[in-house]
């Protein structure tokens, strides 16, 4: 599956989807380097963070931190009121992305119903 498929501008994403696309992502942020690598014959690919990441069948999130080193890569941090709940919104836009969390949505929803 694509990540950025494209007219997907509203998302539900949680820590299991951000850890089952990390190794996408991560190669997305550095494929010329990555490419450049393999290329050379640099030193083997599959001990590289993109190796790891690739490596996993069942990533998880604790998986993917730890091999990152840290959480950021799978985190689903609200925008609004900066809690890291596991699961929300992501608003895609050229500008860059913005996450509602499930209360922070119901909020929303609240204030047009008045
Ligand atoms: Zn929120």
Redesign the pocket.
């Known amino acids: 599956m694509d990540f950025k498929s494209e007219g997907d501008f509203m998302n539900l994403i949680t820590w299991q989807s951000k850890a089952n696309d990390a190794a996408e992502r991560w190669y997305y942020d550095r494929s010329t380097l990555i490419n450049f690598a393999k290329n050379n014959n640099f030193p083997d690919i599959s001990t590289s963070i993109y190796g790891k990441l690739s490596a996993l069948e069942c990533p998880t999130k604790e998986a993917v931190d730890r091999i990152i080193g840290n959480p950021h890569w799978t985190e689903c941090t ?6 890291d ?1 596991g699961i ?1 919104i992501e608003f895609t836009m050229d500008i860059g992305d913005f ?7 119901t ?1 929303a929803l609240e204030k047009m119903n008045g």
């Not at 609200?78 to 809690?83: A, M």
């Not at 996450?99 to 949505?105: A, E, K, S, T």
């Open positions: 609200c925008y609004e009121c900066g809690q709940t929300a996450r509602l969390c499930p209360d922070c949505l909020k």
